[in-house]
């Protein structure tokens, strides 16, 4: 064994020791507190045997989150359940910034899993913000407030995960888009956050309808309005705008009579599987935009509409590939 390798397992056989004595001390702990629960006392518990401070330290917050998620079991913190967890937090002499770090952690796991399912299907009705409000009050904190806390951390990922689900047939309703800024308002997200948050996937899904739109040659007076509206809604940057547009009338020339492109004769289902094949990204450099779906065998050499011959590339090496 290499000395790097002896250290490793050292430090590791350390950390496992470490993490065992915790073990040990928070059930000793807990089974004094369960004995005696009215003159329990962290000395009195404690009174046998030597220990490490901080390994009691991190005991009595295992023993009080445990408490805390017990308390959750039923989706809810009542105001006795509260009561009751700050008298065993005065008990185990646990500061307040400790007690309140930990009920703010669990909170936020509630408030996460509630909104997952409040937004199930993209709408945060009044039930739903009802349930987010109590457990809001178990902080003492509006709703709007604790959600911006909450977001501070996992907003972005949440409000990605509802523009994902709102476009996860390819298309974005102004109906579906409507609701997801409501939502969001009522969050107390504001719609340059919302918008900062989906950035990355709203630039993503542009860039799809504009494949999916070149790969079926097929550009519809609404299909362009749609494109307008969204870059319109979404604020995309003016650079990404220009390429869009641009896009967009290459193939209405194309539509016209212009062979600068070949039209595809594939369904929509064999779009998004080609798409997702290449996690639209260029197959050749990985770029994530410019991107066309091309024969590998052309056309005129033969090559067909199937899966097995067309992939994704950008302009530039559809250049390089096909010079």
Same mark, same amino acid.
């Not at 500061?95 to 937004?119: D, N, V």
């Not at 476009?167 to 579906?176: F, G, R, T, V």
């Given at each position: 064994?290499?000395?790097?390798?002896?250290?490793?397992?050292?430090?590791?056989?350390?950390?496992?020791?470490?993490?065992?004595?915790?073990?040990?001390?928070?059930?000793?702990?807990?089974?004094?507190?369960?004995?005696?629960?009215?003159?329990?006392?962290?000395?009195?518990?404690?009174?046998?045997?030597?220990?490490?401070?901080?390994?009691?330290?991190?005991?009595?917050?295992?023993?009080?989150?445990? =408490? *805390? #998620?017990? &308390?959750?079991? +039923? $989706?809810?913190?009542? %105001?006795? @359940?509260? /009561? !009751?967890?700050?008298w065993i937090a005065e008990k185990l002499e646990l500061p307040e910034g400790e007690y309140t770090a930990i009920e703010l952690e669990l909170a936020k796991k509630q408030f996460a899993s509630a909104?997952?399912?409040?937004?199930?299907?993209?709408?945060?009705?009044?039930?739903?913000?009802?349930?987010?409000?109590?457990?809001?009050?178990?902080?003492?904190?509006?709703?709007?407030?604790?959600?911006?806390?909450?977001?501070?951390?996992?907003?972005?990922?949440?409000?990605?995960?509802?523009?994902?689900?709102?476009?996860?047939?390819?298309?974005?309703?102004?109906?579906?888009?409507?609701?997801?800024?409501?939502?969001?308002?009522?969050?107390?997200?504001?719609?340059?956050?919302?918008?900062?948050?989906?950035?990355?996937?709203?630039?993503?899904?542009?860039?799809? =309808? *504009? #494949?999916? &739109?070149?790969? +079926? $040659?097929?550009?519809? %007076?609404? @299909?362009? /309005? !749609?494109?307008?509206?969204?870059?319109?809604?979404?604020?995309?940057?003016?650079?990404?705008?220009?390429?869009?547009?641009?896009?967009?009338?290459?193939?209405?020339?194309?539509?016209?009579?212009?062979?600068?492109?070949?039209?595809?004769?594939?369904?929509?289902?064999?779009?998004?599987?080609?798409?997702?094949?290449?996690?639209?990204?260029?197959?050749?450099?990985?770029?994530?935009?410019?991107?066309?779906?091309?024969?590998?065998?052309?056309?005129?050499?033969?090559?067909?509409?199937?899966?097995?011959?067309?992939?994704?590339?950008?302009?530039?090496?559809?250049?390089?590939?096909?010079?």
């Amino acid at each position: 064994m290499s000395s790097a390798d002896s250290t490793l397992a050292c430090n590791q056989k350390k950390n496992d020791d470490v993490e065992s004595r915790v073990r040990a001390i928070t059930d000793l702990l807990e089974r004094a507190l369960a004995q005696d629960p009215e003159s329990f006392s962290v000395s009195t518990a404690m009174a046998v045997g030597s220990y490490d401070p901080q390994q009691l330290d991190q005991a009595k917050q295992a023993v009080y989150r445990k =408490v *805390i #998620v017990r &308390a959750w079991e +039923d $989706g809810q913190l009542t %105001p006795d @359940e509260q /009561e !009751t967890a700050r008298w065993i937090a005065e008990k185990l002499e646990l500061p307040e910034g400790e007690y309140t770090a930990i009920e703010l952690e669990l909170a936020k796991k509630q408030f996460a899993s509630a909104l997952s399912r409040a937004m199930a299907d993209g709408v945060l009705d009044a039930d739903d913000q009802r349930r987010l409000q109590k457990i809001s009050d178990t902080i003492g904190m509006p709703m709007s407030t604790f959600a911006g806390v909450f977001f501070q951390a996992e907003g972005e990922k949440f409000l990605r995960g509802m523009f994902l689900e709102a476009i996860a047939d390819n298309h974005l309703m102004s109906e579906e888009w409507a609701s997801l800024l409501s939502s969001a308002d009522k969050l107390g997200i504001s719609h340059q956050e919302f918008l900062q948050a989906i950035r990355f996937q709203a630039r993503e899904f542009v860039e799809h =309808v *504009i #494949v999916d &739109a070149k790969a +079926d $040659g097929v550009i519809s %007076p609404h @299909e362009e /309005e !749609t494109m307008v509206w969204l870059l319109q809604q979404l604020e995309m940057p003016s650079d990404f705008c220009q390429y869009a547009v641009g896009e967009m009338a290459r193939l209405k020339s194309r539509v016209e009579g212009s062979p600068a492109l070949e039209v595809m004769t594939i369904s929509r289902d064999l779009r998004d599987r080609i798409w997702r094949k290449y996690n639209g990204r260029c197959g050749a450099c990985g770029a994530g935009n410019y991107l066309e779906m091309v024969r590998i065998i052309p056309k005129a050499m033969g090559g067909g509409d199937d899966e097995a011959n067309i992939q994704l590339l950008c302009r530039r090496c559809v250049g390089q590939t096909h010079a």
